[in-house]
């Protein structure tokens, strides 16, 4: 892992990649089941794409949910590697998703955990890389969970690694992009808009409640306008 954090994005991820589903990082199935269960009375769906895939996890989302296709795209080959032994049957591309090489391909797009992965400023190549790469109508959906409350143990765990991942990187070459706290949902959704959606978001119960009766996660649902030109 020590070796991991001092790399680059793309080079950490590449060196972690056999050993992935076998740590926290990977998104857990609860979360997963979640989101399809959300997802599908929204369906059924055409083609659909996992943005920033990993080692594939995303798939358990889309191949119940998606009548055609399904594709991950993701820039680090080692992890693209493992997605593709674990789903033969999907396809795989390795792109920088701040660019993707998709024209209106896809009626569903999701993603897990990779938000953090982009600083603020890069957020609106990564939305409108992901509206172009949908239909008229389609719908971009991903989780983002509530923040923790200042009170919590959790809430100064994350700050302290955001601390710590930008003193990193401020003294290490290349940097390693990973925050927590960069991507508060108001922002998102301000981004999302910005480029074109129509931002709705909808609680996944199925992931419990704060004290305060709150969800825990909620599901973003960014749709691309039927009428998109």
Not at 9 to 37: I, M, N, Q
Not at 154 to 182: C, E, H, K, Q, S
Not at 202 to 223: F, K, T
Request: hydrophobic fraction near 45%; glycine fraction near 12%.
């Amino acid at each position: 892992m020590a070796i991991h954090a001092l790399s680059s994005v793309e080079g950490g991820y590449d060196l972690l990649a056999p050993k992935f589903d076998h740590t926290p990082f990977r998104t857990p199935g609860s979360l997963l089941g979640a989101t399809a269960d959300a997802l599908r009375p929204l369906g059924p769906f055409g083609d659909g794409l996992d943005v920033c895939c990993g080692t594939g996890a995303g798939m358990d989302v889309l191949q119940p949910l998606c009548e055609g296709r399904i594709c991950g795209v993701d820039f680090s080959s080692g992890m693209l590697a493992q997605a593709r032994g674990a789903h033969p049957d999907a396809e795989w591309v390795r792109a920088d998703v701040r660019a993707l090489p998709f024209d209106e391909g896809f009626d569903l797009a999701v993603s897990f955990g990779a938000l953090g992965h982009f600083l603020p400023a890069e957020r609106p190549a990564l939305f409108a890389g992901v509206y172009r790469a949908l239909r008229p109508g389609g719908l971009f959906a991903f989780p983002l969970g509530a923040p923790p409350p200042i009170a919590s143990a959790w809430y100064w765990a994350l700050l302290g690694f955001d601390v710590a991942m930008r003193i990193r990187n401020a003294v290490w070459r290349p940097p390693f992009v990973m925050y927590y706290r960069t991507c508060p949902l108001g922002a998102v959704r301000d981004d999302l808009t910005d480029a074109g959606f129509t931002v709705t978001t909808a609680p996944l119960e199925a992931m419990g409640q704060r004290a305060d009766g709150s969800a825990r996660y909620r599901l973003v649902l960014a749709h691309k306008p039927a009428n998109a030109s």
